[in-house]
């Protein structure tokens, strides 16, 4: 492989404004794709297999007229303080805003609260329910503007006001959090590489590559049923890893320079070399990333699949745009060490060139810091260790679930409405339960829906139960039930489960169906899904990338080691989640305004996620390692020579990592801050205890054994060359063949 990418290397320098422009011909069709695509509207949730699913299907075919997709609003009133909704000038108030609510094309109904019950014991509270006739993401912007309206004339006369449900669902902010982490990298960059020049390739291939996956993610938006998140999380990984993967090749390249190469030769050795090990470490996190189908969540499986697209673009840029573009920078990137002039590099050869030859042999940080942890590995391995298995005990409490109004950020009136109904009508009043009624196959439809109705009754936790609602056949029924405790809590769930063993009963005694659904019982239903599934995707995930670590090491220690160190680090990270977002540690200092459960996707998004580029940083650094013993080092020794020419660069990018994924922490959407505070810890956890701690001591105390691999297997095993042997031997026989030539003179 090293050599097809050395090959690849110098033709892509050569041939710099080809490549250019191939890639800003497909930036350009992305861009007019995404420019001309139609508005994606509303993304379905569908989670097959599970009971809440199974009943929403039942619903869409038993009753065919229900807008069950459709948008809705509800519009909670509040008295002044000392009078009730019921006096006369609020009531009028009250309904003259529902009469307003009712004026407009897209809607379907609206529930007068006088009529429909819908005003709190205290007299304070009420609401009124609006039904729109297509999805709440799909709303003409007139309906919105009404709908404010409404709301805005009711508050001008005196009453509290706020609106709920999906029909002001605002689009997911981007704010400025892709411009920090842009700007975090760029310093870190500068300092790096000591050139303005070279610290701005990295950045502008990753802006070509994320703006590609996202434009056409975009474009293909409204085809596939991508969701705002989808692009969300491509460009928060593509951007990543597009850094870095150009990071690692820009490096090389300085480095190959530093040896007295020419451009060409230089930027060929970089791709075939570094390239190699870009290779593998993108493929690990498309494994990673393409892995979540396993799962079999719909949304989970394309928001995936997106970002690996993301992942393998950043990859084919790194490969192919970065030797382009150090084509046209020509001698402006110069080699490892110097500086350009801007920077001082002119005043740092002067003094280097006075201070002489001793000098310039000091070890740098890397080579230092791994000569310590060499010489005292277990302590270094037990500090690690006990330090992540610490900061992993909260995990142990971990809580799933998924997010609705009550975890929105107080400011917005969806959670000051959700505020409101918990304070009028009891926290269950939020998520109330849908059970549906299946009696197709019972002698008496009618009695089983009694039957049910009353034993759910009879149940702990439960506030209201409303009467049966049968749809046209009469062989199905709805019925609503209000527990007594908030949507999230365990509580709830296990009202859940009670009401379906119950069920089981039923089906026992008059042959109906009972099945629960619903806003909260489709939660429960994916947070134990997610639960499930954990287990299958770690195997296969891990098990593939394991595989693929031995055929790029060669040996079946170091895969294991990377593959421990990774549980290390992820259960790490979730247990960092769980403190700051489940327990309330530090919550203020990120902007969390409500702890409870853990986003049911947020551990297999991070498992996934923190796998493949834990795998990056391993493939990067050990590459080195392996590099240095081949080529005849000690263990030990080719330990620090992997520190000394890898541990400067992979810093770096891991800073990168956690700046881009840091930055989302400042995201409006609770899903997106969760998943940008776990990743950046996890980058955290994993490159600066996992892989410059923990791995260094262990390959010291393995040695040799570090790099055994049964010799069948190393006859079976094909020999991809991540380390670039194939390179040095072609120009060791170059130079053979020369020094022949010159005998034959």
Do not use: C
């Amino acid at each position: 492989m090293a050599t097809f990418l050395y090959k690849l290397g110098r033709l892509s320098f050569r041939r710099r404004h080809f490549v250019a422009l191939i890639w800003v011909a497909l930036l350009t069709l992305a861009g007019v794709g995404a420019a001309g695509a139609p508005s994606p509207g509303t993304t379905s949730f569908s989670i097959p297999g599970t009971e809440a699913q199974k009943a929403f299907d039942l619903l869409d075919e038993r009753f065919p007229g229900m807008t069950a997709d459709g948008g809705t609003a509800r519009v909670v009133f509040k008295a002044p303080a000392g009078e009730k909704m019921t006096d006369s000038g609020n009531k009028a108030t009250v309904e003259k805003t529902v009469r307003e609510l009712k004026d407009g094309s897209e809607v379907a109904s609206v529930a007068d609260p006088y009529t429909a019950n819908a005003v709190s014991k205290d007299g304070t509270v009420a609401y009124a329910s609006v039904s729109y006739q297509v999805p709440g993401m799909e709303l003409a912007e007139s309906t919105r503007d009404a709908l404010e309206e409404a709301a805005q004339h009711a508050r001008d006369a005196g009453l509290t006001v706020e609106v709920g449900g999906d029909a002001l669902q605002a689009p997911a902010e981007s704010a400025a959090s892709e411009i920090i982490g842009i700007a975090v990298a760029a310093v870190v960059l500068v300092i790096t590489f000591g050139s303005l020049l070279a610290a701005g390739l990295p950045l502008l291939t990753a802006i070509i590559g994320v703006g590609i996956g996202v434009a056409t993610i975009t474009a293909l938006a409204s085809t596939f049923d991508l969701g705002d998140t989808t692009s969300t999380l491509a460009l928060m990984i593509g951007l990543a890893v597009g850094i870095d993967y150009a990071l690692f090749i820009v490096s090389r390249y300085r480095g190959e320079l530093a040896e007295g190469r020419e451009r060409e030769e230089a930027a060929g050795r970089a791709v075939g070399t570094a390239g190699s090990a870009v290779v593998f470490a993108g493929l690990t996190v498309v494994i990673a990333l393409a892995g979540l189908s396993v799962v079999n969540v719909p949304m989970l499986t394309k928001m995936g699949l997106a970002a690996a697209g993301t992942v393998a673009i950043a990859v084919l840029i790194a490969l192919t745009m970065v030797p382009a573009l150090l084509g046209y920078s020509g001698r402006r990137v110069r080699p490892a060490g110097e500086k350009s002039r801007l920077l001082g590099g002119g005043r740092a050869a002067k003094k280097a060139a006075k201070q002489g030859a001793g000098e310039a042999g000091r070890p740098n940080m890397g080579t230092r810091w791994a000569s310590f942890v060499v010489r005292r590995p277990v302590a270094v391995l037990l500090t690690g260790v006990i330090g992540l298995g610490a900061a992993a005990i909260p995990a142990a409490s971990l809580e799933l679930g998924l997010p609705d109004d009550g975890s929105q950020p107080t400011s917005t009136t969806q959670r000051r409405a959700y505020d409101l109904l918990s304070e009028g009508f009891g926290p269950g009043f939020n998520g109330p339960l849908m059970v549906v009624v299946d009696a197709k196959d019972s002698d008496n439809p009618q009695a089983a829906f009694i039957d049910v109705g009353d034993e759910i009754k009879g149940l702990d936790n439960v506030v209201t139960v409303s009467p049966a609602a049968p749809n046209k056949a009469g062989d199905t029924a709805v019925i609503t039930v209000v527990p007594d405790s908030k949507p999230s809590s365990t509580t709830t769930e296990g009202l859940v489960h009670t009401i379906r063993d119950t069920g089981a009963e039923t089906k026992a005694d008059s042959g109906a169906n009972v099945y629960v659904t619903g806003t909260t019982a489709m939660n429960i239903d994916v947070s134990q899904k997610m639960n499930d599934a954990l287990i299958p995707y770690l195997i296969l995930v891990v098990g593939l990338a394991f595989l693929l670590l031995i055929v790029v090491f060669r040996s079946i220690l170091v895969p294991l080691k990377a593959a421990l160190g990774f549980l290390l680090s992820v259960m790490a990270a979730l247990g960092a989640v769980v403190a700051v977002f489940q327990w309330g540690w530090l919550a203020d200092l990120i902007g969390v305004e409500e702890t409870g459960p853990i986003m049911s996707m947020t551990p297999i998004f991070m498992v996934g996620i923190v796998f493949g580029l834990a795998m990056d940083y391993e493939v990067f650094l050990v590459t080195r390692m392996r590099e240095a013993y081949v080529h005849g080092e000690r263990p030990t020794q080719a330990v620090v020579t992997g520190f000394k020419h890898g541990a400067r660069v992979v810093t770096a990018a891991a800073i990168i990592m956690m700046a881009v994924f840091g930055g989302f922490i400042g995201a409006g959407e609770s899903m997106v801050k969760m998943i940008g505070f776990g990743l950046a810890i996890a980058v955290f956890f994993d490159a600066f205890v996992v892989r410059m701690a923990i791995v260094p001591a262990v390959l010291a105390l393995l040695g040799k054994k570090a790099w055994w691999l049964p010799k069948w297997l190393d006859r079976v095993l094909p020999n991809v060359d991540v380390e670039g042997e194939g390179l040095r031997t072609e120009a060791e026989s170059g130079e053979q063949d020369g020094d022949r030539e010159l005998v034959r003179v």
